[in-house]
């Protein structure tokens, strides 16, 4: 009792024994502290909001008039002057697909090695600075990687299935950080009432636990997305061509990107006025091409939280 005493003494008052004036002043300050906050969160969601809008408006002002139906299911003709840019389309597509389907599988498998079953140890803390040190790293230096180890070591050469997997390991570090952010966040009781009811690790984790985390998991393939479908370095050592007659055939055809065609068409041609128009068009189009995958992978998440939290 003599201990508890001279806690509470050292403590020193209680909140609730403050004068109503310092209370007052108190819930005062805590209410502007908050007041600012929010008004600064505000300010930097609108900054970003016109920063968006004005480089949409930008874009969208000189490539718009050049879209057309042409333009969309057209090869390039006349020294990339005329005709359209699908080759370039289907390319990003084909690129864009396959490396999420080469980093998903792999990068969720990794993630929940780390969180389910790695032993805690400064080895795995080694390996997530390394996942997140890699994240850092820049594309060109994964292009020089894809172009030294699928395109000379495996004998892919310069093809579509390099560069997918090219960029599927420049994804792998944003969707295995995503993906463990989301297991992670996955409370601990659900796996022990799991383990409880009989259910095996692995089963608690595929029927429990993933499909709680698959929202958080989806938010991280939609930033992959974003950041694969734009890249220009490590395709343009692995998988792009400046032009291309008609559609891939097969895994190891080289191909046309988006990316790629808007840096050839502004660096290395001979027709710049008529270029630099096509090029916004292009850019135009690789930005509606990534929200459309972006906006696809958003209503999977809301529809599987939806189904969850139901």
Known sequence: MMTNAFMNIAAGPAPACLPAPARRSARSRRSWAQKIGFGALAACMAANILFLAGILFFIAAKGLGTINWEFLTQVPRDSMTAGGVAPAIVGTLYLTLGAILFALPLGVACAVYLTEYSPKGWIVNLLRVSINNLAGVPSVVFGLFGL???????????????????????????????????????????????????????????????PAALPGILTGVILSVGRVAGETAPILFTAAAFYVKGYPNSPFSEVMALPYHIYALMTEGTHPEEQTRIAYASSLLLLGLVLSVSMLAIWLRQRQRKTYHA
Do not use: C, D, H, N
């Not at 299935?161 to 969707?175: D, N």
């Open 148 to 210: 030294t180890v699928f395109v000379k070591y495996f004998g892919f050469g310069v093809s579509m299935i390099s560069g997918a997997l090219t960029l599927g390991i420049l994804a792998l570090p944003v969707i295995i950080s995503a993906s463990q952010e989301a297991l992670t966040a996955v409370p601990q009781s659900i796996r022990e009432a799991s383990l409880a009811l009989g259910a095996t690790q692995w089963e608690t984790i595929r029927k429990v636990v993933l």
